[in-house]
T-cell receptor, first 114, second 116 residues
């Protein structure tokens, strides 16, 4: 069974702090990883993707991938109350022009308090 | 505006009464998928389609049907709904353009279904 595991949280951080969200995956065939943000009652929206080992930065967000450890993380710097949401980690095959199945984790709920 | 639409957004029905949830995308995407989201279980794929007339089962297909007669539409059919199909349903679509480095899945707004 291919799985993506996340701590359900809630992860509570003060405003301005760094929030660190973690995800592990079991399928070594997974090559690309996505972080989606989902506000309560809303649909998931993509905020970061990564497919190479190392770090990838985009504004306040940094995604980290370690394929040897099968570990993906998302760092949110200068956390804001508007970042309070559930963050879904998903893994899938490297794009091949074909099948596009993503395996989603159950999500980590982040609460940023003023 | 590029978007995925779903209808209805909310539905309360009774056991055994056939229903259809529609999904439509205006981005000319080849790939479409249905997910259900339940507390603690995350998003689980029900069915997917890689193009017109090409559909296949996801991880939890029992009790559901789909069709893909047009590229833009991918309806989800519950022939005989049961209470365990009470859930939040999302339709998603993405491009399968060869050579893209990733293929983001765009999600519809969701349909909250309650089966009594």
């Amino acid at each position: 069974q291919k799985e993506v595991e996340q701590n359900s949280g809630p992860l509570s951080v003060p405003e301005g702090a760094i929030a660190s969200l973690n995800c592990t995956y079991s399928d070594r065939g997974s090559q690309s990883f996505f972080w989606y943000r989902q506000y309560s009652g809303k649909s998931p929206e993509l905020i970061m993707f990564i497919y190479s080992n190392g770090d990838k930065e985009d504004g306040r967000f940094t995604a980290q991938l370690n394929k040897a450890s099968q570990y993906v993380s998302l760092l949110i710097r200068d956390s804001q109350p508007s970042d309070s949401a559930t963050y879904l980690c998903a893994g899938g095959p490297m794009f091949s022009g074909g099948y596009n199945k993503l395996i989603f984790g159950a999500g980590t709920r982040l609460a940023v308090h003023p | 505006e590029a978007q995925v639409t779903q209808n209805p957004r909310y539905l309360i029905t009774v056991t055994g009464k056939k229903l259809t949830v529609t999904c439509s995308q205006n981005m000319n995407h080849e790939y479409m998928s249905w997910y259900r989201q339940d507390p603690g279980l995350g998003l689980r794929q029900i069915y997917y389609s890689m193009n017109v007339e090409v559909t296949d089962k996801g991880d939890v297909p029992e009790g559901y049907k789909v069709s893909r007669k047009e590229k833009r539409n991918f309806p989800l059919i519950l022939e005989s709904p049961s209470p365990n199909q009470t859930s939040l349903y999302f339709c998603a679509s993405s491009s399968l353009i060869r050579g893209a480095s990733y293929n983001e899945q765009f999600f519809g707004p969701g349909t909250r279904l309650t089966v009594l």
